[in-house]
């Protein structure tokens, strides 16, 4: 689920994890853009190193 601003919940069951995501780039449509790549480059990497 994603809202405006690039407020996100994603649910990774490959994972076993749930990531909710919260920011303030109301009206900016590259707000998503920033949370996506928060969430592949820093929070997936980790939970996956984590796991190993």
């Not at 690039?6 to 853009?33: F, R």
């Amino acid at each position: 689920m994603s809202g405006n601003s690039g407020n996100k919940i994603l649910v990774c069951p490959e994972l076993n994890i749930s990531v909710v995501s919260t920011a303030t780039n109301y009206g900016n449509s590259e707000g998503h853009w920033y949370t996506d790549d928060i969430i592949n480059k820093f929070i997936i990497p980790a939970i996956e190193k984590f796991k190993e």
